[in-house]
């Protein structure tokens, strides 16, 4: 009787786990784990561009290099951020639908601002100028 019931738990056990699969939900150090990752499971990959503006007159000269950052240009708009002479701006890049040619404001935390315009060569590359409140002006280079 003992055999009977054994083997008979044994074959119920073995109807209910056809087709599963057992895997680790924590992969040992060192080995890879293959699974697939569901498409809402990762993230979305955005673009950050670099904005590098560069001195183009006494008033710029006396501030120095710039370098920023344009994140987050999905459809034309994105945002525009950056320190100089320790002051952050920060503000809107934005290009019409179709066009390569756009503008960029940022406003600083001690009342500057800034108004560039720029064209884009290419997807990842772009050139420009800005003008800042106190007269200084930069030549802007932007790359991904």
Do not use: W
């Not at 006494?58 to 950052?69: K, P």
């Amino acid at each position: 009787m003992f055999k009977v019931t054994a083997l008979s738990t044994v074959l119920a056990a073995s109807a209910l786990l056809t087709g599963c699969v057992v895997t680790p939900m924590y992969p040992a150090p060192g080995t890879a784990n293959n699974q697939q990752q569901p498409a809402t499971a990762q993230a979305a990959v955005r673009p950050v561009y670099t904005a590098r503006l560069y001195p183009t007159n006494d008033n710029a000269a006396a501030l120095g290099r710039v370098s920023g950052t344009i994140s987050n240009p999905e459809r034309g708009h994105g945002e525009f951020a950056f320190i100089l002479a320790n002051e952050s701006f920060s503000g809107e890049a934005t290009r019409p639908p179709g066009s390569n040619k756009g503008t960029a404001n940022a406003a600083g935390n001690r009342g500057s601002y800034v108004k560039c315009t720029y064209t884009m060569s290419s997807a990842q590359l772009g050139t420009g100028t800005c003008l800042f409140a106190n007269g200084a002006t930069y030549d802007m280079h932007i790359s991904q």
